[in-house]
């Protein structure tokens, strides 16, 4: 018996040593802060966000690597945020020297695992997995899920550099349907005022309001003895349905970020 447990101890050692072997990573750039390996950024893009980063490293020692890769498969990890934390510390992105104080963040892109990554150093810890969030739903993924990656990557880079160096993230862009929509309600606002006050109870905004106040008529099978069970439709909302962000926080040990899916 004691001879099988070995045996079996062996076999999941043997697995997991294979699978830690079996993560690659990338090579870090020699020059500049960019490895475009998913063509997802222009020339001029890589441009700025070398100069971005160059000037986030010099004042605040705080360099933004961005990373593009097609899949994760190619690069042997199970998840975007083990990648992302160990690629980090691999590339010893803003530690200097043998301290453990280092800034940096990275920048993880999976096209077609539809996955993106924020990750900060072990120095910056959770502190700022907020502001991460933020950038991650308000700037990154809503150009993603237009298929604007160069535009997504370029206002998620900026926001971390105003996050890194200014201590704030900048405020979120409105969409763009939103002022159709509010021209449209103003719209209808007007006209239900001028209705109102042109003919009061007896025109279509008299009407409209009289059907929302109107008490609510029950059915016989209700006041039959009909019951309703709270608890049922409370497990039906819960299983069904409920507020997504749409990522997660990773907290890595040591490290924190935001991760994001589109």
Same mark, same amino acid.
């Given at each position: 018996? /004691?001879? %099988?447990?070995?045996?079996?101890?062996?076999?999941?050692? +043997?697995?997991?040593?294979?699978?830690?072997?079996?993560?690659? %990573?990338?090579?870090?750039?020699?020059?500049?802060?960019?490895?475009?390996?998913?063509?997802?950024?222009?020339?001029?893009?890589?441009?700025? @966000?070398?100069?971005? $980063?160059?000037?986030?490293?010099?004042?605040?020692?705080? !360099?933004?690597?961005?990373?593009?890769?097609?899949?994760?498969?190619?690069?042997?990890?199970?998840?975007?945020?083990?990648? +992302?934390?160990?690629?980090?510390?691999?590339?010893?992105?803003?530690?200097?020297?043998?301290?453990?104080?280092? /800034?940096?963040?990275?920048?993880?892109?999976?096209?077609? &695992?539809?996955?993106?990554?924020?990750?900060?150093?072990?120095?910056? $810890?959770?502190?700022?997995?907020?502001?991460? /969030?933020? @950038?991650? &739903?308000?700037?990154? *993924?809503?150009?993603?899920?237009?298929?604007?990656?160069?535009?997504?990557?370029?206002?998620?880079?900026?926001?971390?550099?105003?996050?890194?160096?200014?201590?704030?993230?900048?405020?979120?862009?409105?969409?763009?349907?939103?002022? !159709?929509?509010?021209?449209?309600?103003?719209?209808? *606002?007007?006209?239900?005022? +001028?209705?109102?006050?042109?003919?009061?109870?007896?025109?279509?905004?008299?009407?409209?309001?009289?059907?929302?106040?109107?008490?609510?008529?029950?059915?016989?099978?209700?006041?039959?003895? $009909?019951?309703?069970?709270?608890?049922?439709?409370?497990?039906?909302?819960?299983?069904?349905?409920?507020?997504?962000?749409?990522?997660?926080?990773?907290?890595?040990?040591?490290?924190?970020?935001?991760?994001?899916?589109?």
């Amino acid at each position: 018996m /004691r001879r %099988f447990l070995f045996f079996l101890l062996a076999i999941c050692m +043997a697995r997991v040593g294979s699978a830690q072997s079996g993560v690659r %990573f990338l090579v870090r750039p020699d020059e500049g802060y960019v490895l475009d390996q998913a063509h997802l950024l222009s020339g001029d893009s890589i441009d700025k @966000i070398n100069q971005i $980063s160059a000037n986030s490293d010099r004042l605040a020692h705080a !360099p933004i690597f961005v990373v593009t890769v097609n899949s994760l498969s190619e690069v042997g990890s199970y998840d975007i945020e083990t990648y +992302a934390r160990q690629l980090h510390r691999a590339w010893r992105i803003g530690q200097y020297g043998d301290t453990d104080y280092h /800034r940096g963040v990275l920048l993880l892109i999976s096209r077609y &695992d539809r996955k993106a990554r924020i990750e900060l150093g072990g120095f910056v $810890s959770r502190k700022r997995d907020k502001d991460c /969030r933020t @950038i991650m &739903d308000g700037f990154i *993924i809503p150009e993603f899920k237009r298929d604007a990656y160069n535009d997504g990557i370029m206002a998620g880079v900026q926001a971390i550099d105003s996050m890194v160096r200014l201590n704030q993230v900048p405020r979120v862009p409105l969409p763009e349907w939103l002022l !159709p929509v509010s021209v449209v309600a103003g719209v209808v *606002i007007l006209l239900f005022v +001028a209705n109102m006050v042109r003919y009061g109870m007896d025109g279509w905004a008299g009407g409209f309001l009289r059907t929302l106040t109107a008490p609510p008529r029950y059915s016989s099978s209700w006041r039959s003895g $009909s019951s309703y069970n709270s608890c049922d439709n409370y497990n039906s909302w819960s299983s069904g349905g409920g507020w997504d962000s749409g990522g997660s926080s990773d907290s890595g040990g040591s490290s924190g970020g935001a991760t994001g899916s589109w």
